[in-house]
């Protein structure tokens, strides 16, 4: 670090004619970007939504290229939005995503290939195992084989686990059996050989849930197909999962001999009564006042508590840099979080580390202060 450190200064040593006290200020107070002060941890991504792929505001725009070294593609590469149409594919925007990765030199994650939701409603109408394998095939070879060599992983299997760690009964189990997971990643393999392959799921922290998940990559293991990766998706609160978890999380998967990722960070401060954990996209509940308690802004005190939470689990990832490859918030700043409408719609929610005016809040601040040099 120190000689990456020495090095990204010395342009600036040489070649600038300021005093040496603005040298100093500017290489070791100048706020940098979580991209530079991670770039020897793990990539550091976000979630991409059309307006923010698109380039319409221009503080998202140059927010996501300072701060960002990975992009995962919020919505547009869901099944509805990619094949809305049997064998009719939309990749207007997913082209768009893939372009800006690239002018960027981001790290692409394609999210996501096979999910029980967010399907085409004709995909539902699936009938049979024969018509669902050619679908699986069609939909899986098509995508991945349009980004061969250009996406670097995808979560080619999202959320096919229960709370209880048994399989989830989709429309993909039911018809097809237990072995469209291995022929998800199959596929993908065939279609991209160098892309990297993820099982991605929520509450992975959660013993139960954790165990079928490390079943799931064993009998993929075991059946000599490969899988790169666990997505552990990080939709979480202030107390839970508790560090503890996470840690075993992390140790356990590590373990199986896969990369461990923290896929769709966010913290909720927000109320939730029914203590709802993870992210089924189906739960959405009447809203009231009390539910909604910070219209008019994130008071200190609750500040200092995403804060602290936010550092403790970047210690902790520090910790263990050597087993997870990759962080990624799951969106660029509040404002345009989908916490802001789940489980409750339109309540005003503060999980990322920037805020609607797309400047640092102080869990930013916590994060980037774990590190002792800031890289420019
Ligand atoms: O684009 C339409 C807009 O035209 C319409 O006016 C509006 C009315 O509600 O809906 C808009 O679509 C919404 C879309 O997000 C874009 O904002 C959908 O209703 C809404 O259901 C959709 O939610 C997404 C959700 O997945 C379901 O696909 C969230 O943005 C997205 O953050 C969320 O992401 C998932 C991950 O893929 C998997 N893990 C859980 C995570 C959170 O649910």
Same mark, same amino acid.
């Given at each position: 670090?120190?000689?990456?450190?020495?090095?990204?200064?010395?342009?600036?040593?040489?070649?600038?004619?300021?005093?040496?006290?603005?040298?100093?200020?500017?290489?070791?107070?100048?706020?940098?970007?979580?991209?530079?002060?991670?770039?020897?941890?793990?990539?550091?991504?976000? /979630?991409?939504?059309?307006?923010?792929?698109?380039?319409?505001?221009?503080?998202? /725009?140059?927010?996501?290229?300072?701060?960002?070294?990975?992009?995962?593609?919020?919505?547009?590469?869901?099944?509805?939005?990619?094949?809305? /149409?049997?064998?009719?594919?939309?990749?207007?925007?997913?082209?768009?995503?893939?372009?800006?990765?690239?002018?960027?030199?981001?790290?692409?994650?394609?999210?996501?290939?096979?999910?029980?939701?967010?399907?085409?409603?004709?995909?539902?109408?699936?009938?049979?195992?024969?018509?669902?394998?050619?679908?699986?095939?069609?939909?899986?070879?098509?995508?991945?084989?349009?980004?061969?060599?250009?996406?670097?992983?995808?979560d080619v299997l999202?959320?096919a686990?229960?709370?209880?760690?048994?399989?989830?009964?989709?429309?993909?189990?039911?018809?097809?059996?237990?072995?469209?997971?291995?022929?998800?990643?199959?596929?993908? /393999?065939?279609?991209?050989?160098?892309?990297?392959?993820y099982y991605n799921d929520?509450?992975?922290?959660?013993?139960?849930?954790?165990?079928?998940a490390?079943?799931l990559v064993?009998?993929?293991?075991?059946?000599?197909?490969?899988i790169?990766g666990v997505g552990?998706?990080?939709?979480?609160?202030?107390?839970?999962?508790?560090?503890?978890?996470?840690?075993?999380?992390?140790?356990?998967?590590?373990?199986?001999?896969?990369?461990?990722?923290?896929?769709?960070?966010?913290?909720?401060?927000?109320?939730?009564?029914?203590?709802?954990?993870?992210?089924?996209?189906?739960?959405?509940?009447?809203?009231?006042?009390?539910?909604?308690?910070?219209?008019?802004?994130?008071?200190?005190?609750?500040?200092?508590?995403?804060?602290?939470?936010?550092?403790?689990?970047?210690?902790?990832?520090?910790?263990?840099?050597?087993?997870?490859?990759? @962080?990624?918030?799951?969106?660029?700043?509040?404002?345009?979080?989908?916490?802001?409408?789940?489980?409750?719609?339109?309540?005003?929610?503060?999980?990322?580390?920037?805020?609607?005016?797309?400047?640092?809040?102080?869990?930013?601040?916590? @994060?980037?202060?774990?590190?002792?040099?800031?890289?420019?």
């Amino acid at each position: 670090m120190t000689k990456l450190f020495l090095l990204a200064a010395l342009p600036l040593l040489l070649f600038n004619g300021c005093s040496q006290s603005t040298h100093q200020e500017n290489i070791t107070d100048e706020p940098l970007s979580l991209k530079a002060a991670f770039r020897d941890n793990f990539h550091i991504g976000t /979630a991409l939504n059309k307006s923010q792929i698109n380039e319409a505001i221009p503080e998202a /725009a140059t927010l996501i290229q300072k701060e960002f070294n990975s992009i995962t593609a919020e919505n547009m590469m869901k099944w509805m939005h990619i094949q809305p /149409a049997t064998d009719t594919f939309n990749f207007e925007l997913s082209d768009k995503f893939v372009e800006l990765g690239e002018k960027n030199d981001m790290f692409i994650i394609g999210h996501t290939l096979v999910w029980h939701s967010q399907l085409a409603p004709w995909a539902n109408e699936i009938k049979d195992r024969e018509e669902m394998i050619g679908h699986l095939q069609n939909h899986i070879s098509t995508i991945v084989g349009r980004y061969k060599g250009r996406v670097n992983g995808w979560d080619v299997l999202n959320e096919a686990l229960n709370e209880d760690g048994s399989l989830r009964n989709s429309i993909f189990l039911q018809l097809f059996g237990e072995e469209y997971i291995k022929a998800a990643f199959e596929l993908a /393999a065939e279609a991209d050989p160098e892309a990297e392959l993820y099982y991605n799921d929520y509450n992975l922290c959660n013993p139960a849930k954790r165990e079928g998940a490390i079943e799931l990559v064993k009998k993929l293991q075991a059946s000599g197909t490969r899988i790169d990766g666990v997505g552990i998706q990080a939709h979480w609160n202030l107390n839970h999962p508790s560090l503890e978890e996470i840690e075993k999380s992390i140790l356990d998967y590590a373990a199986l001999g896969v990369k461990v990722m923290f896929t769709e960070m966010d913290v909720t401060v927000i109320p939730n009564p029914w203590d709802l954990q993870g992210a089924d996209v189906d739960q959405n509940l009447e809203g009231s006042e009390f539910m909604n308690p910070y219209t008019e802004g994130l008071p200190d005190s609750v500040q200092t508590q995403l804060a602290k939470r936010y550092e403790d689990i970047f210690k902790l990832f520090l910790k263990h840099e050597n087993k997870i490859t990759r @962080v990624t918030f799951w969106g660029v700043n509040d404002g345009q979080s989908w916490k802001n409408n789940w489980p409750i719609k339109g309540r005003t929610s503060y999980p990322l580390l920037f805020d609607r005016e797309y400047k640092p809040k102080m869990a930013y601040h916590s @994060v980037m202060d774990l590190k002792e040099e800031k890289i420019h």
